[in-house]
């Protein structure tokens, strides 16, 4: 078994289900499908950094799926000397080969274990990513110099005032890298949402279980297959290049993110529950003190203070689970930074 033109990609897709493990050899190292979609490549060289890069987590986000393909291809083609540890993961060919963001039940909320109370076929490739993280992140050195990074880049469904913003992982001690925020910064990442407790993503469970620098990348809107301008990336692609060759992250300013605290988790509380809001609103529209931005029979949700946000709104779930975030900006200075 080989990668046929180095498309892993496409050997993902034509295996959608399920793959035999096979090694493979590359100019500047060696590597191993491990299943569909799951390929880890080790350096000839030693390194102290371990990158896990994912993508299509969800199904239609084919954006990712692309950026990362490339980086591979130009691995296994030697076009660019891999000079860290690098665990590839294409979330969930099914989904995709589908062209629908998942099956059954949403992927992205099946980690840390929460795949055990559901049903569907999401559920064992929760189980098996799980798996290749571990066995990825066993395998690096357990000295306390050795970096860890996981960025799970996704797509979003809606439009979004920050095209390009990223999911920060709940923090217990609420101390922020800044060299992870410089990074991003220097990708054209526009704002940083901090999260305000522990969830059951991909990235949370890398960063909880394996202390990584973890993250939710959200990088636009979603297109299908060969429809994405991948132009729209290219400041992350050049930032991950110099990361995957030379173990280093570019570093800007921060000045340029805007950094959001969560102020409120809208919770559908019943089948009346409405948001008051168009059904294309992009996220990180601001509202008005005092607007009824959600409402049933049971309760009124009035914005706290002019320019507050909503993000990540949706009522087409079952009572009791969230229906958005209500997000304020804070200074880049009120933050702890390490
Ligand atoms: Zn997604």
Not at 2 to 25: C, E, R, S, Y
Not at 194 to 199: A, D, R, W
Not at 216 to 240: I, R, W
Request: glycine share 6%; aromatic share 8%; with cysteine.
């Amino acid at each position: 078994m080989t990668i046929l033109n180095h498309d892993f990609l496409a050997l993902t897709l034509a295996n959608p289900n399920a793959m035999a493990p096979f090694q493979l050899t590359f100019p500047s190292g060696t590597g191993v499908v491990e299943e569909t979609g799951i390929l880890r490549l080790e350096p000839t060289q030693t390194s102290r950094v371990s990158v896990v890069l994912s993508a299509g987590i969800h199904g239609n986000e084919t954006g990712p799926m692309e950026l990362i393909n490339q980086l591979v291809r130009d691995i296994l083609a030697g076009k660019l000397t891999l000079g860290v540890r690098l665990l590839v993961i294409i979330g969930h060919p099914v989904a995709a080969n589908a062209a629908t963001r998942f099956c059954d039940v949403n992927l992205n909320r099946l980690f840390s274990g929460a795949w055990r109370n559901y049903a569907g076929i999401e559920v064992q490739r929760a189980e098996r990513l799980e798996m290749a993280v571990n066995d990825f992140y066993a395998l690096s050195s357990t000295d306390s110099e050795h970096i860890r990074l996981h960025y799970d880049l996704h797509t979003a469904i809606r439009g979004s005032m920050h095209e390009k913003f990223v999911v920060h992982p709940f923090v217990e001690n609420a101390h922020y890298s800044k060299q992870q925020l410089a990074f991003f910064a220097a990708s054209e990442i526009e704002a940083v949402l901090l999260s305000h407790q522990p969830t059951t993503t991909f990235s949370y469970y890398s960063h909880s279980v394996h202390g990584a620098h973890a993250f939710t990348v959200e990088l636009g809107k979603v297109y299908p297959f060969g429809q994405n301008d991948l132009s729209c990336f290219a400041a992350l692609e050049k930032n991950l290049r110099q990361l995957l060759e030379k173990g280093s992250l570019a570093e800007s300013s921060l000045s340029s993110l805007c950094i959001f605290n969560v102020l409120d988790a809208l919770v559908k509380d019943d089948d009346s529950y409405e948001l008051n809001i168009d059904q294309d609103v992009k996220n990180f529209t601001q509202f008005t003190e005092g607007y009824p931005l959600a409402q049933s029979k049971k309760s009124v949700y009035r914005v706290k203070q002019t320019g507050d946000a909503i993000v990540f709104p949706n009522t087409n779930l079952p009572v009791g689970q969230r229906a958005g975030l209500v997000v304020r900006a804070i200074s880049v200075d009120a933050l702890s930074l390490i």
